[in-house]
């Protein structure tokens, strides 16, 4: 048998690593009958193994003394960019609202308190749709009531606001036309004295129709106009929008680069404080994901200096009740739609106040109070306190 | 260090072994393997020259340390009850796919009687959702002592571990019932909650001899919480979680704490603040809110953490529905954001569909299946839905880019045995693909109907015009 002559080096190196490993369980060891007839020796150990060595020097038990002391330091995060600041409503309004002014990222700093909350508003349609049970359940007969309904929302329940959603208008649903559906919408201004934004049915050539006919007789008012996008023909639209002093929303669907291009056209006819954003809302379950990144993003973009999109942002968290699980009928099990329905609408919205909205559209009076509680809270200043223990309490 | 989103794949393939035609790794090219890594689709361990060749051990170490995430990854119990949270490379969810979804846990006090317990316990097993076609589940028991009896808390550990199949965190900050839980479960790597400034000399001790991850809680005092930090790795401790405290009275503390702690450990880099984050949306449960909100406080509180950074939850509330949109929430923020969402293609049954009942073809954009098949049901049609692999993408996008095509479509009537289940040959296809309603005739030999161009119309669409459709569909 052939025997392989070994370096020094080699040997060395099996034997400290089956030393180290014994290491690993002993706290100690001896060696016993060795003798290194060696001058000078160095000791390259494999830099794995070094977090073990040094796990074992520290060994000795910790003192009753009080901790390290450190300081925490707030990050310093340049943030180049301020989100616009848009006035909403004026004229015959007695009460307006301001929105944006934001120079940083929502809860990025314990330092700093936007100028501004963000606004709660109420969505009501000028005639009956499909709505969730919990929903109907709700408002009853002022389903049929626009005008009340919006009364109702904005002096019972506490809306900053509220979206007339003229969806009578659908050319494929009540075709009615530009100016019958206008009725409603003063007869909203008058019953009310907060602002209004004032939706369409989504069709993008009869929106522009009711469009010019809305900001005319709603001229000087400051309504904002919900909303424009790029298969409409803006240049019939947006400048109308101008001459009457209005805001209008710009929606796209979740896409940065398509914001950039409406925001750009916009503003041949409007300023930048007469724009608010849209990048689109779903419900959890329903592609929420891309609507919060796509929200989120175009903030911090902003933020950091993205001129085009420095614009408050619009979230119509009513989409969520798009979501089955909001709407449906489910085993007992998963609670009553009741509950369901509402605490997906709340979900979304908190994720849409967090990524950086400015302007909420709601569609249960539940997720209106608890977003207005939460935001009193969140949005003021906050200071360190003390938490009450749960770990060993009974609950 | 540099961050994980600004590598080169070079950077990372000049240290590969570069062995050609190797291919242990699953990939074709080292250079493959290379990129993977930097999407976080495949690990190190993977490349078995690089692992168990000596001469690359130098490699290996260089490798691991520019692939390590900033916050740390910590294992919670062992084997197939196991839960592993932090990990996380980056602060948001546009800039690199998040591993290790926000754990759930849900607490089982000492205090309650061994039927209780188990009740608890069968909810948190049993928990199930199906969401497109993935069971969404809950993760973690935590089992408090709420009588600082040791003994007690022993024997309620018995029982949860007998009949839990998930992994367990301790709760307690009595380092004597920590002790006696940690006798308990030696082997199952539970984790500890908590250590705080006052208990901490106990706690450490005891995480160190039974090498068990613990949290460190700072009750809402960020400087305590990162001077126990710097205090227990300084005594070997480094499985750590942090909880800088959920503050129901001051979310928005919470909130910002929670948004720091990440960013320091992601873009500064500072090691301190690099472990997993935890969660406790059950302190909602002291605040003296009404009993009927608390579901949606609690679910609340618990989605704008998991939306903020938490690696892991603890909660308290036993109704489903406070979970329900947790978890498909998390399914959705945990989601790869560079690929459109997708769902399985193949057959879904809406309803009881009877042998005359219509077809329709849909995309596996989870959004467009989502719409459509709720819309389907909203209607209250029995019907047959047939999901065609449009690579996750939307019907006009995939009629333009040429992935929804007569052949997508065969393919899925064959795969499916539809043919076997209606005695009709007439599809109903999306408005948006009616330019292609001849391609798909030529490809599977069935009549072809475009339907409304949007889904919400298929309800009506169906009522009125189906049995024309059919009838001269067969005729």
Redesign the interface.
């Known amino acids: 048998m052939k025997r392989e002559r070994k370096s020094i080096d080699e040997v060395l190196k099996s034997v400290i690593s089956s030393l180290l490993k014994d290491l690993e369980d002993a706290d100690e060891v001896v060696l016993e009958n060795v003798t290194l007839d060696i001058e000078e020796l160095t000791f390259e150990l ?3 193994l070094l977090p073990l060595i ?2 074992k020097v ?1 060994e000795e ?4 003394i ?7 330091e ?2 310093t ?1 340049e943030w180049k960019g301020r989100i616009v600041e848009v006035k909403i409503g004026a004229g015959s309004r007695k009460v307006t609202y301001v929105v944006g002014g934001e120079e940083k990222p ?5 330092n700093y308190t936007p100028p501004h909350k963000p606004i709660l508003s109420m969505d009501v349609f000028d005639t009956r749709i499909p709505l969730p049970k919990a929903v109907k359940d709700h408002f009853k007969d002022l389903l049929d009531n626009p005008t009340e309904w919006a009364a109702y929302c904005v002096e019972k329940l506490g809306a900053d606001m509220v979206n007339i959603h003229l969806v009578s208008t659908d050319p ?1 649903f009540k075709d009615t036309t530009p100016r019958e559906a206008a009725k409603v919408v003063e007869e909203i201004l008058q019953r009310i004295n907060t602002p209004l934004c004032i939706g369409g049915s989504g069709h993008p050539k009869k929106d522009v129709e009711v469009f010019k006919v809305i900001t005319e007789i709603t001229s000087g008012e400051r309504v904002i106009i919900n909303s424009v996008n790029l298969d409409m023909k803006l240049e019939e639209i947006a400048p109308l929008i101008k001459k009457h002093g209005h805001v209008v929303v710009a929606f796209v669907p979740m896409d940065l680069d398509k914001a950039r291009q409406l925001v750009r056209k916009l503003r041949q006819w409007l300023d930048k404080e007469d724009i608010l954003l849209d990048m689109n809302t ?1 419900g ?7 609507a ?2 796509a929200t ?2 175009a903030r ?1 973009a902003a933020l950091k200096g993205d001129e085009e999109l420095q614009h408050p942002l619009v979230s119509a968290i009513s989409n969520s009740w ?4 909001a709407w ?1 009928k489910m085993p007992e ?3 009553l739609r009741e ?2 329905g ?3 609408e ?2 979304t919205g ?2 849409s106040l ?1 990524a950086g909205a400015d302007y909420l559209m709601i569609l249960h009076p ?1 997720t209106l109070k ?1 977003l207005k509680t ?1 935001i009193n ?4 200043i ?14 | 260090m540099v961050k994980i989103t600004k590598l080169s794949p070079l950077e990372i393939y000049k240290l590969l072994p570069r062995k050609s035609g190797c291919r242990l790794c699953g990939e074709d090219s080292c250079m493959a393997f290379a990129i993977k890594l930097l999407s976080l689709q495949t690990n190190l361990e993977k490349c078995k020259p690089l692992i168990e060749d000596p001469s690359f ?1 130098e490699n290996y ?1 260089k490798l691991s340390k520019l692939l390590k995430p900033p916050v740390k990854e910590i294992e919670i119990g062992v084997g197939d009850r196991k839960v592993v949270i932090g990990g996380k490379h980056v602060v ?3 800039e690199l796919m998040l591993k290790n979804p926000t754990a759930i846990a849900i ?1 089982v ?1 000492d ?1 309650l009687d061994k039927d209780k317990i188990i009740e608890k316990v069968e909810f948190i097993n049993n928990f199930k959702y199906e ?1 497109v076609g993935y069971e969404l589940k809950l993760d973690l028991i935590a089992v ?3 009588t ?1 009896d040791p003994e007690r808390f022993k024997s309620t550990l018995k029982i949860v571990n007998e009949y839990s199949k998930k992994p367990i965190i301790i ?4 380092p004597e019932v920590i002790h006696a839980g940690l006798e308990v479960l030696d082997k199952e790597r539970p984790l500890i ?2 250590a705080t ?1 006052k208990n ?2 106990k706690v ?2 005891l995480v160190r001899r039974f090498k068990v991850p613990v949290t460190i809680s700072s ?13 227990f790795k ?3 401790v480094s499985d750590l979680c942090l909880d800088p ?3 129901p ?5 919470t ?3 929670f ?2 702690t990440r ?2 450990a992601c ?2 880099e500072n090691e ?1 603040y690099g472990y997993p984050l935890i969660g ?1 949306p ?2 909602i ?3 003296g809110i009404e009993k009927d ?1 608390l ?3 609690e ?2 509180i618990a ?2 953490l998991m ?2 950074f938490a690696d892991l939850l603890i909660m ?1 509330s036993t ?3 406070t979970y ?2 947790l978890v ?2 998390r399914f ?2 945990y ?1 790869d ?1 560079r690929k459109p ?1 997708s769902v399985k293609p193949g057959l879904r049954i809406v309803g009881k569909p009877d042998e005359y009942a219509p077809v329709l073809v849909t995309t596996n954009f ?2 467009t299946y ?2 459509v098949s ?1 819309d389907i ?1 909203k209607s209250k049609i029995d019907a047959y839905l047939l999901i065609i692999d449009t690579e996750g993408y939307a019907v006009d996008v995939s009629v333009a880019a040429g992935k929804f095509t007569g052949e997508a479509v065969a393919k899925v009537i064959r795969e499916s045995g539809i043919e076997g289940m209606v005695k009709h040959r007439t599809l109903i296809i999306p408005g948006k693909a009616s330019r292609i309603a001849g391609e798909i005739e030529d490809a599977t030999g069935w009549k072809v109907v475009a339907g409304p161009q949007d889904s919400s ?1 298929i309800g009506t669409f169906i009522k009125t015009r189906w049995q024309e459709i059919v009838g001269k569909g067969s005729s």
């Open positions: 494999p830099s794995t040094e796990k520290i038990k910790p003192i009753e009080t901790p390290e002391k450190a300081v925490f707030e990050p995060i929502r809860f990025y700093s314990l494929n779903a959890i379950g329903y592609g929420w994901e891309y919060f990144t989120e993003r911090l798009t979501a089955r699980e449906m099990y998963w609670g509950v369901r509402p605490l997906w709340i979900l908190i994720s967090i539940l608890i939460i809270q969140i949005f003021e906050k200071r360190e306190i003390e938490i009450a223990e749960w770990v060993s309490k009974k609950l | 051990r170490e948001h969810r546009h607490d006090s205090d969401y408090r002592s709420v600082n709760c307690s900050t009595d909650y908590t400034t901490w000399i450490l001790e009750l809402g005092k960020i400087n305590d919480l990162i001077s126990l930090v710097k205090t300084k005594y070997g405290g959920t503050i009275e001051n979310l928005g503390y909130l910002t704490i948004t720091l960013w320091k873009e500064e301190d406790t059950i302190s449960w002291l605040s909100m579901v949606f406080w679910s609340m989605s704008m939306i903020r308290h109704e489903a529905v329900l949109p498909i929430q959705n923020y989601s954001p969402s989870v959004l989502s719409l709720s049901e119309e």
